[in-house]
């Protein structure tokens, strides 16, 4: 099946710092990704759909200037905490979507906001 | 809007079966998708029923009616590897809605 992968797999900083996560497909081109949140035991929320090329769409309540997020090729999306704070601790997934439409999820990286 | 319900923990016995179920309210639906996450690890895709019936995968099938606006994921000869948070999902507008998840506990 296709992979997907993240990095870093987990992550510490201090607040206020910005943190970059990586989101590759590594054998297939994927022209939409997406970002998901997860706090502990509960369940995945979409942040925003990444598209090649294109600014991403970014989820009612979700702030666009705090959540950066790139696209700029077709197995590259990247996400930036900008001003981390401990609120934003949390677990942050990507997957990409095939050119069939099936999708794929990354293996999350955890981020820890001290 | 859309909504789904799933319970929140079900606990089972290794070498039985288990029942999950998801009631859901969208407007626009296109399939009913179950996911299976193990704690830190990526959600990875176990099944997916767009019509009514039953779809099974090994010790894994799936059921859906649409005309009550529910479906359940039944687990067979339970696994300790079983144990996991499984989640039931919906497309909307192009985009994977996930239920809250059940955390599944298997008992030796």
């Known amino acids: 099946g296709a992979v997907v992968s993240q990095h870093p797999s987990w992550v510490i900083c201090k607040s206020g710092t910005s943190v970059k996560i990586e989101c590759r497909s590594l054998?297939?081109?994927?022209?939409?990704m997406f970002w998901y949140r997860q706090f502990p035991k509960q369940s995945l929320m979409l942040m925003a759909t990444s598209n090649e090329g294109s600014k991403a769409t970014y989820e009612q309540g979700v702030e666009k200037d705090k959540f950066l997020i790139n696209h700029a090729s077709l197995t590259l999306s990247t996400l930036t905490v900008t001003s981390a704070h401990p609120e934003d601790s949390s677990f942050y997934i990507c997957?990409?979507?095939?050119?069939?439409?099936?999708?794929?999820f990354g293996p999350g990286t955890r981020l820890t906001v001290l | 809007g859309q909504s789904l319900e799933q319970p929140s923990e079900v606990t089972a016995v290794e070498g039985a079966i288990v029942q999950i179920n998801c009631t859901y309210q969208t407007s626009g639906f296109y399939g009913l998708s179950w996911y299976q996450q193990h704690d830190g690890g990526a959600p990875t895709f176990l099944s997916y029923n767009a019509l009514d019936g039953l779809e099974e995968t090994g010790r894994f099938s799936s059921f859906l009616s649409r005309s009550d606006s529910y479906g359940y994921l039944l687990l067979q000869e339970l696994q300790m590897k079983d144990s996991a948070s499984y989640f039931c999902a919906v497309n909307r507008d192009d985009k994977i809605i996930f239920g809250k998840g059940t955390r599944l506990h298997i008992l030796p």
């Open positions: 997957s990409a979507r095939t050119s069939g439409r099936d999708e794929f």
């Open positions: 054998d297939f081109q994927a022209t939409t």
